[in-house]
Nanobody, 125 residues
Framework: QVQLVESGGGVVQAGGSLRLSCEASRTVSAYRMAWFRQVPGKERELVAA????????RYADSVWGRFTISRDDAKNAAYLQMNSLKPEDTAVYYCAAKWYYSDTVSGKEQNYNYWGQGTQVTVSS
């Protein structure tokens, strides 16, 4: 079992930055990890994903060039640096993880089996 705890959410003005953190309860060096987000009434969507070696990443088109996913296995953590935030980035952001034998990256929700409780990000215009 892996528990994931997100932090770093909050309220920020458009154009600002936030850094989300995801801390795992145990080592996740062999896990693929990702950030998803969800707004009320809509399905959860991929924001960014990273494979276990940290070499390959994947981003939603809407955040490309503004967000950066990273991981620090020494700290059992993953991060999402969010710059140039827009009001449409307002959502609950979830960290996700899954052990995987290879270093492929996945943006599909069904390919993750551990989830955090989410952290709210609100971007005001």
């Amino acid at each position: 079992q892996v528990q994931l705890v997100e932090s770093g959410g909050g309220v920020v003005q458009a154009g600002g930055s936030l850094r989300l953190s995801c801390e795992a309860s145990r080592t996740v060096s062999a896990y693929r990890m990702a950030w998803f987000r969800q707004v009320p009434g809509k399905e959860r969507e991929l924001v960014a994903a990273i494979e276990k070696r940290g070499t390959n990443t994947r981003y939603a088109d809407s955040v490309w060039g503004r967000f950066t996913i990273s991981r620090d296995d020494a700290k059992n953590a993953a991060y999402l640096q969010m710059n140039s935030l827009k009001p449409e980035d307002t959502a609950v952001y979830y960290c996700a993880a899954k052990w995987y034998y290879s270093d492929t990256v996945s943006g599909k929700e069904q390919n993750y089996n551990y989830w955090g409780q989410g952290t709210q990000v609100t971007v005001s215009s």
